[in-house]
């Protein structure tokens, strides 16, 4: 018998309950690849059985990816289906209106705007999985850029030492909040909104009555942040080394994955599908990475923030507090009684959100050389949210990545460049964004609905 059709043996050795699923060996009428799932509220009912999707793909090859798509939509599980067809739909709109907008310049600019708001992003993340907010961010980020500025430029400190201090204040507000909503029980709502409210004010008195502060081209973490790329005048070979690290980095770590699992003896990706995906990788990163060259290449805050992307995304998928995270937002009770320090790792994301916020402000300070009261105001904070949202994590807790990040200010991006393009209202680009975010939100509702219907809830 060929390994694809091997049964999957349970390790725990007590027996199988109604309602949870039991690995069967070859039985007649019955698949040895899957699974059956006897309904919870009637014991007596026949099973159902459930394929593994792995063993599904390995079977039936593209017949299987189909089977899957299917079962993932009918099930409500869209993922990230939703905003990329949506990205598709507002570039065609966009470069049907100005064909300018998918010129190399245009996505550049694109590219590079997008991380400030993005970093915000990214820390949001983390306190939206637990189902929570974070109404802070903005006011920390302004103050975060402020606090560098007031150090490197006011009192003379190394430029470096000053950036580290920022990001340490940003991680210590996270932290107190944080300790306020886990600790003595206010909702994060409110504490975060007062920080709002407070570090936005903090900010105000710092910058006095001048209301700016500009940082000089030579305070180095500043003007990295700028425009200018690592490689300096290797731009374009720097694109590309880039997008062969990345194409690299996914084919190993694949590779890898699949090397662990089968030595455990569970299901794992066909080499086929391995290269299939590490080679539309390719296509995508190699193809960024010309158009980009035909503009200015790769800034350094995209660098940055895609290297960030990569590591969060690590941290979540890959190590235990990762996954303490999701059982956190997953259920609160269950996850107490699975031995979590549930108060530890809400505070621990509100630090984590404070720590991006600080580096989102160096970012937003890197594009304008200075501290202003306009750092981290106007729709920033609703921009990071709704980039998060928009991107495929859920407001409710315990589903997201923080690829979404990427996915939403991409989104959020476009829509913005792309008005400005021909000449829109600011007030037209609310609307839009909003109507956006509330889809983004509604399709959400929907899928977790669906999900509950399918028994996947």
Do not use: C
């Not at 006897?38 to 039936?60: F, K, Q």
């Not at 507000?173 to 007062?194: D, E, N, R």
Request: proline residues 3%; aromatic residues 8%; glycine residues 12%.
């Amino acid at each position: 018998m060929s390994d694809t059709s091997k049964t999957v043996k349970s390790d725990s050795p007590e027996p199988e309950k109604a309602g949870t699923a039991t690995k069967l060996g070859k039985t007649e009428g019955v698949d040895e690849t899957q699974d059956t799932v006897a309904p919870a509220d009637d014991p007596t009912a026949a099973p159902v059985a459930v394929v593994d999707p792995r063993l599904l793909v390995r079977e039936e090859g593209l017949k299987g990816y189909l089977t899957e798509f299917k079962r993932k939509v009918k099930g409500g599980e869209l993922g990230s289906l939703p905003v990329v067809v949506g990205l598709i739909v507002i570039w065609t709109i966009f470069q049907t209106q100005n064909d300018r907008f998918l010129s190399a310049d245009n996505l550049s600019n694109i590219s590079y705007f997008m991380s400030a708001t993005g970093m915000l992003a990214i820390g949001l993340v983390f306190v939206l999985l637990l189902g929570e907010i974070d109404l802070s961010v903005g006011s920390v980020s302004g103050l975060s850029s402020t606090l560098f500025a007031v150090f490197a430029v006011n009192h003379g400190v190394n430029p470096w030492l000053s950036l580290v201090l920022a990001v340490i204040t940003g991680v210590a507000i996270g932290s107190l909040q944080g300790w306020f909503f886990a600790k003595v029980g206010v909702p994060a709502f409110v504490v975060t909104l007062a920080g709002f409210l407070g570090w936005n004010g903090l900010m105000l008195w710092l910058l006095g009555d001048s209301g700016t502060i500009n940082i000089p081209s030579e305070s180095g973490p500043v003007h990295l942040l700028g425009q200018s790329s690592f490689f300096m005048d290797q731009a374009i070979i720097g694109a590309y080394l880039l997008a062969g690290l990345a194409v690299v980095l996914s084919l190993v770590g694949n590779l890898n994955e699949q090397r662990r699992r089968k030595a455990a003896g569970v299901p794992f990706r066909p080499t086929s599908e391995i290269l299939l995906r590490v080679g539309a990788l390719a296509l995508a990163a190699f193809v960024s990475a010309a158009v980009l060259n035909d503009a200015a290449g790769v800034s350094n805050a995209l660098v940055i923030f895609l290297a960030a992307l990569v590591i969060v995304d690590f941290v979540l998928r890959r190590t235990t507090y990762g996954r303490q995270v999701f059982a956190v937002g997953g259920g609160i009770e269950a996850a107490r009684r699975a031995g979590i320090n549930v108060p530890m790792v809400r505070i621990s994301v509100f630090a984590i959100s404070g720590g991006f916020a600080a580096i989102g402000g160096m970012f937003f300070a890197g594009q304008t050389a200075s501290a202003t009261l306009s750092a981290g105001g106007g729709n920033t904070l609703m921009l990071a949210i709704a980039a998060a949202v928009i991107g495929g994590t859920s407001l409710f807790g315990g589903r997201g990545s923080v690829w979404s990040a990427l996915l939403g200010m991409l989104v959020i991006q476009s829509i913005q460049t792309g008005l400005d393009l021909l000449n829109m209202n600011t007030s037209i680009q609310y609307m839009i964004t909003g109507g956006v975010l509330l889809g983004a939100v509604v399709i959400d509702s929907v899928s977790r609905k669906s999900q509950k219907a399918a028994g996947r809830g």
